[in-house]
């Protein structure tokens, strides 16, 4: 049986929620074609998803799976409302740039398929460490696409110029986007393979 700490790490290295699961995986993958755009997703994607699980978590376990899942629903789409204007107010261009992504991470499959089939049967802290590590694992690879594309297309990463020599603009389109994210997640179950064989 599973210790608690292995569960609660599970979204960061054994069950990351974009490179093991493949969940979340367009706004990976279109969204994030600079550093800052990243950060833009990820600091609405962590706010929203945090908050509406913790709120779900709290609808009674009773309900009919469908009517928890439209609870869940409406209250992740409730809080989207007032993190879209704190996010313009910091990123706006960014919001402008990743369009109808954005209204869709209220939506994400972290939020809607997670909190249904894993958190509900935690107690409240092991859903806080759950919730806390899966959010990250999505940060994560969020942030490091973001910052790749960025120094890979344009030479810069958070819009500051790095010495590189060459660069290939295709890394900011969403081709580039699938072949990063694919060689990221190679090296990611790579290393959860390496991990998994020191175990036993």
């Given at each position: 049986?599973?210790?608690?700490?292995?569960?609660?790490?599970?979204?960061?290295?054994?069950?990351?929620?974009?490179?093991?699961?493949?969940?979340?995986?367009?706004?990976?993958?279109?969204?994030?074609?600079?550093?800052?755009?990243?950060?833009?997703?990820?600091?609405?994607?962590?706010?929203i998803t945090f908050f509406a699980d913790i709120?779900?978590?709290?609808?009674?376990?009773?309900?009919?799976?469908?009517v928890r899942v439209i609870w869940t629903s409406?209250?992740?789409?409730?809080?989207?409302?007032?993190?879209?204007?704190?996010?313009?107010?910091?990123?706006?261009?960014?919001?402008?740039?990743?369009?109808?992504?954005?209204?869709?991470?209220?939506?994400?499959?972290?939020?809607?398929?997670?909190?249904?089939?894993?958190?509900?049967?935690?107690?409240?802290?092991?859903?806080?460490?759950?919730?806390?590590?899966?959010?990250?694992?999505?940060?994560?690879?969020?942030?490091?696409?973001?910052?790749?594309?960025?120094?890979?297309?344009?030479?810069?990463?958070?819009?500051?110029?790095?010495?590189?020599?060459?660069?290939?603009?295709?890394?900011?389109?969403?081709?580039?986007?699938?072949?990063?994210?694919?060689?990221?997640?190679?090296?990611?179950?790579?290393?959860?393979?390496?991990?998994?064989?020191?175990?036993?």
């Amino acid at each position: 049986m599973k210790s608690m700490k292995n569960r609660i790490t599970d979204g960061l290295l054994r069950d990351n929620t974009v490179l093991s699961a493949g969940m979340i995986i367009s706004p990976a993958i279109i969204c994030t074609t600079s550093f800052r755009d990243s950060l833009a997703l990820v600091y609405a994607f962590s706010v929203i998803t945090f908050f509406a699980d913790i709120i779900a978590y709290l609808i009674p376990k009773k309900l009919p799976y469908a009517v928890r899942v439209i609870w869940t629903s409406a209250i992740s789409s409730l809080l989207y409302v007032p993190v879209r204007e704190l996010t313009m107010m910091i990123y706006p261009e960014s919001v402008e740039r990743i369009g109808i992504y954005f209204p869709l991470i209220a939506v994400n499959s972290l939020i809607v398929y997670q909190t249904q089939h894993r958190f509900l049967n935690l107690d409240f802290r092991e859903l806080i460490g759950n919730l806390v590590f899966y959010i990250l694992g999505f940060d994560i690879v969020v942030l490091v696409c973001g910052a790749l594309r960025e120094l890979i297309a344009y030479g810069t990463v958070n819009n500051k110029v790095m010495n590189i020599s060459m660069t290939v603009s295709g890394a900011g389109l969403p081709f580039g986007g699938f072949i990063i994210l694919g060689i990221i997640c190679g090296i990611y179950r790579k290393i959860r393979s390496l991990l998994s064989s020191g175990e036993d």
